[in-house]
C-alpha cells in the first residue's frame, strides 16, 4: 500500500468577477490549506502549480512569495488532467522519498480577452489552423462532437439536459456554486443556444478561482486531517493518436487496470467525480469507466440519473460552479477528498467511503487527448 | 489555394495536421497531398461570432483515407453531403460555395 495520502484539499470560492491576480488566487488557496490543517510552512518540501494565467510566473516564482524551501518542484499546463497529472508525480515523489509535504496549487482568472487569447493560442494546430476560421472553438468543437454522440446512440437534447439537471440539484447545496437555482428542463431546452446542438447550460461559466490539495508521507498526517489514500491512478494520453471520433477516451484504454490496482471493482465506488466541461464528455467518461453498460446509455440518462442513483459530480460540478481555467483540473479532485473527509456539509453524502474520480483535455485540433484517473479511498 | 494534406513517404498513412513522424511504419518524411473534395460528417451554426467573421457554420469534413478536418462555412451543409475545399493563405479551410 502507497505511503502517500492526501492530507487536504480545499476551493477558495470561485467568482465571476475579480481583481486579484492568478498569483493572488493562489496565496489564497494556499493559506485555506494551511489553515484549515494547521500547517506549519516550513514542513513544505514540495510545490505544484497548475495555471494558464501564471506566466511569466512559474512554481519557483509562487514559492518564493510564499517563502518555501522546496526540494521538489512541477509545474503543469494540461488543463483539465492537471490536477491529477500533478497527484500521480506527487504520490512518486513522496514514495521516492523525494519529499515528505507536497502542496498542489491550481489557480487561473480570466478577463474576456484573455479567454479568448488563450482560446484561439491553445496550441500550434489552434493558432494555425482554428484561429483563422473565427468561429473555432472549444464550444463549436463539442458541439460537432455532441451530434456525433446524439447519431450514434439515439440521444436527444433531453437526454443531456438531465445531466446538468441532476448536477444542478447537488450545486443547490453548495454555497460555492455560480449556478445554484434548480432548473428546469423547460428552462434547459429553452436557454439560447450557442452552437447547436448546445446551450448556454451545456458550456461551463468562466470563472475565477483556485483550488489546493495536501500529499503527504503517511508519517507526517495526523487523525484529525481526515486523509484519503490513493488506491490506484493512472493516464494515458493520445490513446487514438487524435484519429478517431473522439466518443471515447484514455479512460477506456486504463479502467480494468485501474480497478485491478485499487483492489475494488466499479460495484465499490460510492461517488465518481468526471471532469464536466460538456454533458456529452461526462457521459463519455462514464461509461470508458465503466458506469454505464455499452448498451445502457438510454437507461442511464432517462432513469440512473434523474433518480439519483449514482452519485456523480456532487458539488454541482464545473456545469454549475464554474471553470476556473486549469483549477478545473482540480475541482472534481478536491469535491471527492472533501466527500471522504465528511467535510461538504449540508451536500454531504450518507456513504461516502471510495471514489473514482477523472480528469480529461488538451484539445488538439478536434477533441481532448489527455485522460486520467484514480481510485481513492477513505482512511478515517 | 489547395488543401494540402500530408502522406508519409514510406506507408502512404495519410495525417492533418502534419506530425513529425509516421506512428505507423515509423518514419519522418511527408509529402503534401491536395485535397479539393471531403464529406461532411458534422455541422453546426455558431451563433455568436466576431465582428467581420464572414462564417457562421463549423463544418466536421472526412477526406482521403478518413483524414478529418475543421473547416467553415457560410451556409448549412448537408450531412454526408460531399463539397468541395481549399485552404485559405491564413491556414482556415473553407467549403467552396457552390
Given amino acids: 500500500m ?69 526540494s521538489w518542484l512541477m509545474d503543469d499546463s494540461n488543463g483539465g488532467v492537471s490536477g491529477l497529472n500533478m497527484l500521480q508525480h506527487a504520490v512518486a515523489a513522496i514514495e521516492c522519498g ?23 493560442n491553445y496550441n500550434r494546430s489552434t493558432q494555425q489552423l482554428l484561429r483563422p476560421l473565427g468561429i473555432a472553438n472549444p464550444n463549436s468543437l463539442f458541439s460537432l462532437l455532441t451530434q456525433r454522440h446524439m447519431a450514434r446512440h439515439g440521444l436527444s437534447r433531453t437526454d443531456y439536459g438531465e445531466l446538468v439537471i441532476a448536477q444542478r440539484r447537488h450545486a443547490a447545496r453548495n454555497p460555492q456554486a455560480v449556478h445554484r437555482k434548480p432548473m428546469s428542463m423547460d428552462e434547459y431546452l429553452k436557454a439560447p443556444l450557442v452552437a447547436g446542438p448546445l446551450g448556454i447550460y451545456d458550456c461551463v461559466p468562466v470563472v475565477a478561482g483556485a483550488d489546493a490539495i495536501l500529499v503527504s508521507h503517511v508519517d507526517e498526517a495526523s487523525p484529525r486531517d481526515r486523509c484519503v489514500r490513493v488506491r490506484a491512478i493512472g493516464g494515458r494520453h493520445n490513446f487514438d493518436q487524435h484519429e478517431g471520433d473522439g466518443l471515447s477516451t484514455g479512460l477506456s ?37 465503466g458506469f454505464i453498460p455499452p448498451d445502457g446509455l438510454l437507461h442511464f440518462v432517462r432513469e440512473t440519473v434523474p433518480s439519483g442513483r449514482l452519485a456523480f459530480n456532487t458539488s454541482g460540478g464545473q456545469l454549475s460552479v464554474g471553470q476556473a481555467g486549469a483549477a478545473g483540473g482540480m475541482h472534481g479532485l478536491v469535491e471527492a477528498v472533501r466527500q471522504l473527509g465528511g467535510r461538504c456539509g449540508e451536500r454531504q453524502l450518507p456513504r461516502a467511503r471510495t471514489a473514482l474520480v477523472s480528469g480529461y483535455g488538451m484539445v488538439e485540433y478536434r477533441y481532448g487527448m489527455c485522460a486520467n484517473a484514480a481510485v481513492l479511498e477513505s482512511m478515517a | 489555394m489547395t488543401l494540402q494534406i500530408t502522406a508519409c513517404e514510406r506507408c502512404g498513412a495519410q495525417y492533418f495536421p502534419r506530425r513529425l513522424r509516421c506512428h505507423r511504419c515509423g518514419a519522418s518524411a511527408f509529402q503534401g497531398l491536395p485535397v479539393t473534395a471531403a464529406r461532411v460528417t458534422a455541422a453546426t451554426q455558431v451563433h455568436r461570432t466576431l465582428q467581420g467573421c464572414p462564417w457562421s457554420w463549423l463544418v466536421e469534413l472526412e477526406a482521403g483515407q478518413g483524414v478529418r478536418l475543421i473547416a467553415a462555412a457560410d451556409s448549412a451543409p448537408s450531412i454526408g453531403a460531399t463539397v468541395r475545399v481549399q485552404q485559405q493563405e491564413d491556414g482556415a479551410v473553407v467549403l467552396i460555395s457552390a
Avoid at chain 1, 98 to 120: C, G, H, K, S, W
Avoid at chain 1, 260 to 269: A, F, H, M, V
Wanted: aromatic letters at 8%; proline letters at 3%; a negative charge.
Fill in chain 1, 2 to 70: 502507497s505511503q502517500a495520502v492526501i492530507r487536504g484539499a480545499v476551493e477558495v470560492s470561485y467568482a465571476r468577477r475579480t481583481t486579484e491576480t492568478t498569483t493572488q488566487w493562489l496565496g489564497r488557496a494556499f493559506d485555506a490549506l494551511v489553515e484549515e490543517h494547521q500547517l506549519d510552512p516550513a514542513s513544505i518540501d514540495g510545490l505544484g502549480v497548475a495555471s494558464f494565467t501564471l506566466r511569466p510566473d512559474r512554481c519557483i516564482d509562487i514559492a518564493w512569495r510564499l517563502g518555501l524551501q522546496p
Fill in chain 1, 253 to 289: 484504454q486504463i479502467a480494468g487496470r485501474l480497478y485491478e490496482s485499487s483492489g475494488l471493482t466499479r460495484e465499490d465506488i460510492d461517488l465518481v467525480s468526471v471532469y464536466d466541461d460538456y454533458p456529452v464528455m461526462s457521459l463519455v467518461q462514464l461509461q470508458d469507466l
Fill in chain 1, 98 to 120: 523525494q519529499a515528505r509535504n507536497i502542496v498542489l496549487l491550481a489557480a487561473d482568472v480570466f478577463q474576456a480577452t484573455d479567454f479568448q487569447e488563450m482560446a484561439a
